[in-house]
Structures are given as C-alpha cells and as structure tokens.
C-alpha cells in the first residue's frame, strides 16, 4: 500500500524559538529559527519514511510560509512555500492523504503558552466553532477530518500537547519544550527534540490505524464566530454578505460544511490583514 503523508509545519513550537524575533520575518534570529524549523521538518520526513510513508508533502505554514529552506530539505519531500494560500497552513489537503502530522504548533491565544496566539496575534482574540473555542491545532484538524484524514502526531510545547490531547486523545506527540511564560521557556537540544520527533512520528504511522480522523459530533451545519482584536476589523468584516454582527467585536457567520467554514475564516482574516 503507498502511504502518502501530510506535514504542516509552524515555528512557534519548534525547539530553541521563544520569542518574536525569532518568529518575525525581520528579526534578528529568524534564520536562525529557520533552520531550526527546516532541520524538526526534516526530522519528520525522517520518521514518516521510517514509519511506512511512501509520498510526503510538507505545506510551510508559518507567517510568509517562506521559511524552511527547500535546498536543506530533505529530498523525499516536496514543499508548498509561499502566500496566499487558499487554505493556509493546510494547503494542499485533500482526501488522498492518509495521515498529517503537525510540527511545531503552538496553543491558543489566550494560553500561558510560549508565543500563543490564533492565526493572527494582533487581530483577532478567538474563534468558536460551534460554541467551541479553537486554535490552530483544532480548526486546521477539523479541516483534514473533512477530508478524513487523521493528524496522528503533534510536536512543540508542554500545552500544546496537552491542547492537542484535548481534541485528539491518542495524538501520538513529541514535547520538545516547556513553556515558563509567553517568551521563555525550558528546550530540549535539538537533536534531541529531533530524534523524539523522529521516532514519534514513526510510530504514529504504524498505528495511524488507532486514531480516528477528527470531528465534530452530530453536527449538522458550522457556526462560526471570530472575535476581533478592535471594532475596526469587526466593521470592515461585517460588510461581507456572508457574515452576520454578533456583537461590537464578532462576527458569525454559518457553513454547510467545515471546507467552506475554513475558508470563510481564511477570508476574513486575509481581508483583516491587508
């Protein structure tokens, strides 16, 4: 059986980022951090191939989505790079995956978790999906559900996996750092956060088989609500048809499915940020 593998890959989780200028396309350290993020990606590939996978794509999904250097990649690999993506840090997602890895997430805003946020730290203050409020690991989760492929594996923080747990029970998980505060925060070396993550991700694929792909249950219809940092981005939002007021800061709108719900999340966020 050919085993094709989805790799999505953020910075704030990967092991030795703790702060801005790590993470921030203009900050001292980001090719630093960037390295660090293309060798856990690698690491991944390692472990995926280890692990069964006979096809990997990995989707650079932090800010720009032009941070892991292509040519240090390993060649089993093939990278989408760059923005805009149509479905973000899951680009390139559909049904012929059968399983997706999540490498160096972070928690939701809000968390005590090193760099939280959702999406976009400066614009928005949470999403709630059907009265749920969600992250990135859930939403971008509840997206490869629909098309029924399981995330099996997470790596980054102490809360991240425990936000991950959450959602997905047996997630199988690589904790590469503890977080102390927003910008601090206990890591492992990188060689060894890689070989937890190498070996974990190896593991996860033999026994995709054991976890589900991620849902909501008995649900019917999508709703759901983006509460903004300010009324400016509530007001410029609120003159899509598509969206309804819910109050100064929100707006809601409703989906038939979690495909059009993340990208109608997509699109007000890509509205906000230009």
């Known amino acids: 059986m050919k085993v094709k593998v989805y790799i999505t890959v953020d910075m704030e989780g990967i092991a030795g980022v703790v702060h801005s200028e790590h993470t921030d396309r203009d900050g001292k350290e980001h090719d630093r951090a960037r390295m660090l993020m293309t060798e856990e990606a690698n690491a991944a590939i390692i472990g995926a191939v280890k692990g069964g996978a006979k096809e990997i794509v990995v989707n650079d999904s932090h800010d720009t989505m032009r941070n ?51 999406y976009n730290d400066s614009t928005v203050n949470q999403i ?59 890591n492992l070396h990188p060689t060894i956060a890689r070989k937890l993550i190498e070996k974990g991700v190896k593991e996860s694929l033999i026994n995709k088989h054991k976890i589900a792909s991620y849902c909501l249950e008995n649900v019917r219809a ?34 038939k499915n979690m495909l059009n719900a993340y990208k109608m999340i997509k699109s007000y966020l890509r509205i906000i940020d230009h």
């Not at 007021?245 to 929100?250: I, T």
Request: charged share 20%.
């Open 68 to 118: 892991i250097y292509l040519e240090l990649l390993d060649p089993k690999a093939r990278l989408i790079i760059g923005s805009p993506k149509m479905l973000g840090m899951m680009e390139g997602m559909n049904s012929s995956y059968d399983a997706a890895l999540f490498i160096g997430y972070h928690t939701i805003k809000g968390t005590q978790e090193i760099l939280n946020h959702t």
């Open 128 to 186: 709630k999906i059907n009265n749920i409020p969600m992250g990135e690991f859930g939403i971008n989760s509840l997206l490869a559900g629909y098309y029924d492929v399981p995330v099996v594996f997470i790596s980054g923080c102490n809360l991240t996996i425990a936000e991950a747990k959450s959602h997905i029970a047996n997630i199988y998980y690589a904790e590469v750092k503890r977080t102390i505060h927003r910008t601090s925060a206990e």
């Open 222 to 255: 999508y709703e759901v609500v983006i509460s903004f940092s300010n009324t400016e981005y509530a007001d410029i939002v609120g003159t899509l048809a598509s969206g309804k007021r819910k109050d100064s800061l929100s707006i809601m709108c409703r989906a």
